[in-house]
């Protein structure tokens, strides 16, 4: 995606998420959290002194982003936001995303190349399932990818503490008239429908060319990542 977005002529950053990547990594669970997430992901975006943000969200990009676009309207232009949600008071998990949140917590072997591969519709290759598996040598870098679906608060869970916060970035979306845009995934059982969700409830989403994109999984980055990176260019370079 990032060469055909930087040859449209847009600055193009990709951050590691803290936890991912090559990049140092807490060990314990403990040492990650929603809310740490967000301040992480603000504390780039003041560093690099980044404004006229367009930010394109994919799963954690968009709960820990949107937050981030609600506490801080004037840094950003426009939000696409793919296969990703943030979740509201009133909201419980779907059994897809309760089945994964579960194979998280208890899998004795836990494989990112693998879950890779269980959230999209194409087959890898064995370099790409590689790459993905690098930055894992051993459990002991995993907690934070084991954590993450742990993080995602819902009604009735532990981690509802954070839903204050969520219902409060809602409030700012419900009135955000930027443009706003979805690029799904057709063949995501998780975030089937979180698409039209947005399209109701974001102002910003009216009059734009969303897009339900055929033969594409939760990880639509693998799947349809070239036509994803068009369809994002050309949304840019037209609004």
Same mark, same amino acid.
């Given at each position: 995606?990032?060469?055909?977005?930087?040859?449209?002529?847009?600055?193009?950053?990709?951050?590691?998420?803290?936890?991912?990547?090559?990049?140092?990594?807490?060990?314990?669970?403990?040492?990650?959290?929603?809310?740490?997430?967000?301040?992480?992901?603000?504390?780039?975006?003041?560093?690099?002194?980044?404004?006229?943000?367009?930010?394109?969200?994919?799963?954690?990009?968009?709960?820990?982003?949107?937050?981030?676009?609600?506490?801080?309207?004037?840094?950003?232009?426009?939000?696409?936001?793919?296969?990703?949600?943030?979740?509201?008071?009133?909201?419980?998990?779907?059994?897809?995303?309760?089945?994964?949140?579960?194979?998280?917590?208890?899998?004795?072997?836990?494989?990112?190349?693998?879950?890779?591969?269980?959230?999209?519709?194409?087959?890898?290759?064995?370099?790409?399932?590689?790459?993905?598996?690098?930055?894992?040598?051993?459990?002991?870098?995993?907690?934070?990818? $084991?954590?993450?679906? #742990?993080?995602?608060? !819902?009604?009735?869970? %532990?981690? =509802?503490?954070? &839903?204050?916060?969520?219902? +409060?970035?809602?409030?700012?979306?419900?009135?955000?008239?930027?443009?706003?845009?979805?690029?799904?995934?057709?063949?995501?059982?998780?975030?089937?429908?979180?698409?039209?969700?947005?399209?109701?409830?974001?102002?910003?989403?009216?009059?734009?060319?969303? $897009?339900?994109?055929? #033969?594409?999984?939760? !990880?639509?980055?693998? %799947?349809? =990542?070239?036509? &994803?990176?068009?369809?994002? +260019?050309?949304?840019?370079?037209?609004?």
């Amino acid at each position: 995606m990032i060469p055909i977005l930087v040859e449209a002529g847009f600055r193009t950053i990709a951050p590691d998420l803290i936890g991912f990547g090559k990049s140092d990594k807490p060990v314990s669970q403990k040492d990650y959290s929603f809310e740490k997430h967000v301040k992480w992901l603000k504390n780039l975006v003041v560093n690099l002194k980044l404004q006229n943000v367009h930010l394109f969200c994919q799963d954690w990009g968009g709960l820990a982003g949107l937050r981030l676009v609600a506490e801080n309207e004037a840094l950003f232009s426009s939000v696409i936001a793919s296969n990703t949600f943030i979740p509201r008071t009133g909201m419980r998990a779907n059994e897809a995303f309760l089945k994964w949140r579960h194979f998280s917590q208890t899998a004795p072997e836990f494989y990112a190349g693998s879950v890779l591969q269980m959230g999209t519709v194409s087959q890898l290759s064995k370099e790409v399932i590689a790459a993905y598996d690098a930055p894992f040598p051993d459990d002991s870098y995993k907690a934070g990818a $084991r954590v993450f679906p #742990k993080l995602v608060p !819902f009604d009735g869970d %532990d981690e =509802g503490n954070e &839903l204050p916060a969520c219902d +409060a970035a809602w409030q700012v979306l419900e009135k955000w008239e930027k443009p706003f845009l979805t690029l799904f995934g057709d063949s995501d059982p998780i975030m089937k429908g979180a698409d039209a969700f947005f399209q109701t409830k974001v102002p910003g989403a009216k009059g734009h060319p969303h $897009r339900l994109m055929e #033969k594409a999984g939760h !990880f639509i980055q693998e %799947d349809q =990542g070239g036509a &994803l990176a068009h369809f994002l +260019a050309n949304f840019l370079e037209n609004i």
